[in-house]
Nanobody, 122 residues
Framework: VQLQASGGGLVQAEDSLRLSCAAS????????MAWFRQAPGNQRELVAA???????HLSSSVKGRFIISKDNAKSTVYLQMNSLKPEDTAVYYCAARTSGTWYYSASMYSFWGQGTLVTVSS
């Protein structure tokens, strides 16, 4: 499985961005897809995840502001980020598991995209 993330950039506080992650593989619809982020000096943390069946998880820090969704026909997962805050600044990574459920731990995901930088200025 290969993952290609895109959509990062420099925005101001309260702006919006949409990240995309295109995946290879014939069974994307069954993948568990996740977005992690890592700020300098911090561990990689789970931001959002969506299962093959469509159930999703959002971390408490982004709930109400971010939306995760996927388009199985395009083999793509999205992270719509609204009301961005400076503390959202990080490199965002998409990750995938080919089955099962989502996990908080990055070690449970076998496949990773290259990361896309999101910078939110105050």
């Amino acid at each position: 499985v290969q993952l290609q993330a895109s959509g990062g950039g420099l925005v101001q506080a309260e702006d919006s961005l949409r990240l995309s992650c295109a995946a290879s593989g014939r069974t994307f619809s069954s993948y568990v897809m996740a977005w992690f982020r890592q700020a300098p000096g911090n561990q990689r943390e789970l931001v959002a995840a969506i299962s093959g069946g469509g159930s999703f998880h959002l971390s408490s820090s982004v709930k109400g502001r971010f939306i995760i969704s996927k388009d199985n026909a395009k083999s793509t997962v999205y992270l719509q980020m609204n009301s961005l805050k400076p503390e959202d600044t990080a490199v965002y990574y998409c990750a995938a598991r080919t089955s099962g459920t989502w996990y908080y731990s990055a070690s449970m995901y076998s496949f990773w995209g290259q990361g896309t930088l999101v910078t939110v200025s105050s």
